[in-house]
């Protein structure tokens, strides 16, 4: 059989896989390279992200590039996350192998319509519809320099969504998802293809736990915002013990859990992240916009007992069946009280097993590799 090889250029250095679209891009490499694919990997570096030489395991090489800060970069009809992510080496680089190019993200896009690449079979694989994604950060931040920037954000990527007609596979990670993207693209081919989170096993621990844990990256606008309106709306009055954790929380967040007496556990690591996630009775997993696929959920769901959310985490996901479901503060209140009487039993972890394994992380690099490499 012939030597399968291909491109992926990321908005980001995708090691550690330490939050939500890094997570992907690092555990479909890991995926590939292990059912035989020759990863090459090209991404963009900025200050916060080292190289990892854990990259150089999984990849067949792995160039970076700068990626291009500053008002200069900002003041463009092409959005910031895009015209920041380009290169004229990584344009070289790409025709030097002329295998297919997956885009990680719009992000890593300033290529697609390249002429140069005109006849490669180009993927585009979506995380977010970025101007919807930018809209609902511009409602949840409450600094106004910060909100006229997604404001704007939100308008440029709108309008440049339209370079995606120029991809020959669209692979979207959630159903809502493909369904708009199939409209607003007829003539691509959009396949749904959940993301790649690096569970292979449900840790779930039967029983009971004492607390009811929310986590997420809290310096992200939405995610303070559903952290803050949990603490205020759901928790206030209430006997039961609430923790939130994640990265980088605000001083405002920090205020608002000490007046609230709520647990907040600042930047845990993976492993101590785990652990709270396993050791709560339940995680309650909510947000204000329904955009991409909410990893934390899939992490909840392989490692936690008890998922409550609202129908905006769920987002076509296929998961609904595996979480309690409430979109009024009456409805999870009533909720967490009911499930905090509830152990999390043999039977519930049997039949979470059983409907994970219907999505296993080798049926994903499968399918994935049946798009990009059709008839190999």
Same mark, same amino acid.
């Given at each position: ?15 550690? =896989?330490?939050?939500g679209g890094v997570i992907d891009v690092y555990y479909t490499i890991k ?10 990997? *090209? ?28 008002? @200069?970069?900002?003041?463009?009809? @092409? ?20 295998? =297919?190019?997956?885009?990680?993200g719009l992000h890593s896009c300033f290529y697609l319509a390249h002429p140069?690449? /005109? ?20 409602? $949840?931040? @409450? ?10 954000? $939100? ?10 007609? *120029? ?6 990670? $959630? ?18 293809? %959940?993301?790649? *989170?690096?569970?292979? /096993? ?20 939405? +995610? ?19 923790t939130v954790a994640g990265m980088k929380p605000t001083r405002r967040l ?12 600042? +930047? ?5 992240? &785990? ?7 339940? !995680? ?25 959310? !609202? $129908? ?5 996901? &296929? ?21 905090? /009487?509830? =152990? ?29 490499? %059709?008839?190999?």
């Open positions: 059989m012939p030597e399968k090889a291909l491109h992926i250029v990321s908005f980001d250095i995708p090691y550690p =896989p330490n939050y995926e590939l390279h292990r059912m035989g694919i020759k990863v090459h990997l *090209h991404c963009f570096e900025y200050p916060g992200r080292d190289r990892k030489k854990e990259l150089e395991e999984v990849c067949e090489s792995v160039i970076y590039y700068p990626r291009l800060l500053g008002l @200069k970069y900002a003041l463009s009809y @092409k959005p910031y996350i895009v015209n920041s992510r380009k290169s004229d080496d990584l344009l070289q680089n790409l025709l030097k192998r002329p295998c =297919p190019v997956m885009f990680e140069a690449l /005109k006849n490669r079979f180009k993927i585009y694989r979506e995380s977010n519809i970025e101007h919807h994604y930018y809209f609902h950060l511009f409602l $949840s931040d @409450k600094r106004l320099t910060r909100k006229l920037y997604y404001l704007a954000a $939100s308008l440029k990527l709108y309008m440049y969504q339209r370079i995606l007609k *120029h991809a020959g596979l669209m692979i979207v990670v $959630s159903k809502k998802d493909t369904d708009y993207l199939r409209k607003n693209f007829p003539g691509i081919r959009v396949e749904y293809l %959940p993301s790649f *989170h690096g569970n292979n /096993k449900v840790e779930c621990l039967t029983g009971s736990g004492d607390y009811v844990l929310y986590h997420g990256n809290l310096e992200i606008p939405e +995610n303070e915002r559903a952290a803050i309106f949990l603490i205020r709306k759901v928790f206030s009055g209430s006997d039961i013990p609430f920090a205020k608002i859990c000490r007046a609230y007496n709520v647990r907040l556990i600042e +930047n845990p690591g993976s492993a101590e992240m &785990d652990e709270l996630i396993r050791q709560a009775h339940l !995680n309650l997993l909510y947000t204000f916009q329904d955009t991409g696929l909410k990893l934390k959920l899939i992490n909840a769901l392989y490692k936690g007992r008890h998922c409550v959310s !609202n $129908s905006k985490m769920l987002n076509g996901s &296929d998961l609904d069946h595996l979480c309690h479901i409430s979109d009024t503060v009456a409805g999870l209140k009533n909720t967490v009280k009911q499930l905090m /009487k509830s =152990p999390f039993t043999e039977d519930m972890l049997t039949y979470r097993r059983r409907e994970l394994k219907k999505r296993s992380e080798q049926k994903n690099a499968e399918r994935l590799i049946q798009l990009i490499f %059709p008839g190999d």
